[in-house]
């Protein structure tokens, strides 16, 4: 029984890869009679299938979907491929072009008073920080992310934070400001 569980689990990853690989090939098509805001949205598309598959891939179009929404003064459109490009360079272990991204975003995010994308992008730095090593950095963004999820009322990522930074704390042995 164990075994055919098994090889249901990986015919159905191998069906899901060759759908995926399928969609890219078509939408890798489509681009090359795309324009404007179809092109983005076909850009931004490829950069988010290519997430899981290729981080160069899913930068390389995430950057000129970048280029295409400056091109159509969209700052919303900008700030949701920054988010994509972040998370790909972050699935690369690349902190700080990961966090730069992140920090493009975040910024965007305020001007259009995208306040609960605004918060959810912090607290993205603050997984970086943690994952790069710089605890003090993931303690100062969960911090600020904890003032405004509870402000807003985002209990799911008030809790989160707490999560994090009571694993923060305990790890350095600072249970006082961790509790």
């Known amino acids: 029984m164990k075994k055919e569980i098994l090889l249901l689990c990986i015919i159905v990853g191998l069906l899901a890869q060759a759908n995926s690989q399928s969609s890219i090939s078509s939408l890798e098509q489509q681009l090359k009679t795309a324009k404007g805001e179809s092109k983005y949205e076909i850009l931004y598309k490829l950069s988010k299938s290519y997430l899981q598959v290729s981080s160069k891939k899913s930068i390389e179009y995430g950057e000129d979907a970048f280029k295409l929404a400056k091109k159509l003064d969209s700052k919303s459109k900008q700030a949701d491929v920054l988010n994509l490009i972040g998370t790909a360079?972050?699935?690369?272990?690349?902190?700080?072009?990961?966090?730069?991204?992140?920090?493009?975003?975040?910024?965007?995010?305020?001007?259009?008073?995208?306040?609960?994308?605004?918060?959810?992008?912090?607290?993205?730095?603050?997984?970086?920080?943690?994952?790069?090593?710089?605890?003090?950095?993931?303690?100062e963004a969960y911090s600020e992310v904890l003032k405004s999820s509870n402000q807003y009322k985002n209990m799911a990522l008030s809790s989160q934070c707490y999560i994090r930074l009571i694993y923060l704390y305990s790890e350095r042995k600072d249970y006082k400001d961790g509790f």
């Open 89 to 139: 360079y972050f699935n690369e272990k690349n902190y700080r072009q990961a966090v730069k991204n992140y920090e493009k975003e975040h910024e965007i995010r305020k001007e259009l008073k995208q306040t609960t994308s605004s918060i959810k992008t912090l607290f993205n730095i603050g997984a970086i920080y943690e994952s790069w090593g710089k605890k003090n950095k993931a303690i």
